[in-house]
């Protein structure tokens, strides 16, 4: 499976797609590549986040910038709504204890903003 360069499409379970050869992944953006390619580069719980499911961290990624939009756009100033999505990303989506450092969560927030978000970086 290839996660970044030269890629049209990703597929997170392979052995699924290969039980259904019409199975194909959805396209990915440049900026989805970019952004995958950023949090591998990371390293850490970012890494891991990307090579568990590339397609999933792009969704998670789209999604914290989208909810940091939404936090701007009901009028809160963009360091307070990263603040707040930490916050709420640490604290109670789901998060496994000890899979990502507070300072990896704000790095992640940090390149989903910039990526997908850019006018609020």
Do not use: W
Request: with cysteine.
């Amino acid at each position: 499976m290839c996660l970044v360069a030269g890629c049209a499409t990703a597929v997170d379970h392979p052995d699924e797609s290969a039980m259904s050869p019409t199975l194909s992944g959805p396209v990915l953006t440049e900026q989805d590549r970019r952004f995958v390619a950023a949090a591998l580069a990371a390293g850490g719980g970012l890494e891991r986040m990307v090579r568990t499911s590339a397609l999933g961290a792009v969704h998670t990624g789209r999604n914290l910038a989208e909810e940091i939009e939404r936090l701007v756009q009901a009028g809160l100033p963009v360091e307070v709504a990263r603040e707040r999505v930490v916050d709420a990303f640490i604290s109670g989506d789901g998060l496994e204890p000890g899979s990502f450092t507070q300072a990896e969560v704000v790095t992640l927030i940090g390149l989903a903003v910039g990526m997908y978000k850019p006018q609020l970086a």
